[in-house]
């Protein structure tokens, strides 16, 4: 095994050690970010701006559902539709 193949072994073995403690974080985060949130909302209410919240939420769900349309695509149409409706002042 040449010195190289030894390297890339244990970069990969190091990555693979460095993401299990990740992957249960991950949702421990979730769930103390969820529980914060549930806090807040009971001691403050839901807000006064529910109006604001859903038009903003409307708007996050249009937005994201042309993101995925353009990456589905494919490069060469994504550089397409970019350039169309984001011109760039020169």
């Not at 939420?57 to 249009?62: D, I, S």
Request: net charge positive; hydrophobic share 40%; proline share 4%.
């Amino acid at each position: 095994m040449s010195s190289n193949t030894r390297i890339l072994a244990r970069i990969a073995l190091a990555m693979v050690v460095q993401a299990i403690p990740c992957a249960g974080q991950t949702a421990d985060w979730e769930q103390r970010a969820e529980a914060r949130a549930k806090e807040i909302i009971a001691k403050n209410g839901p807000g006064t701006q529910s109006a604001l919240k859903e038009e903003l939420l409307a708007m996050y769900e249009r937005e994201q559902g042309v993101r995925t349309r353009v990456r589905e695509a494919g490069p060469a149409r994504e550089r397409e539709f970019v350039n169309s409706h984001a011109p760039i002042d020169k």
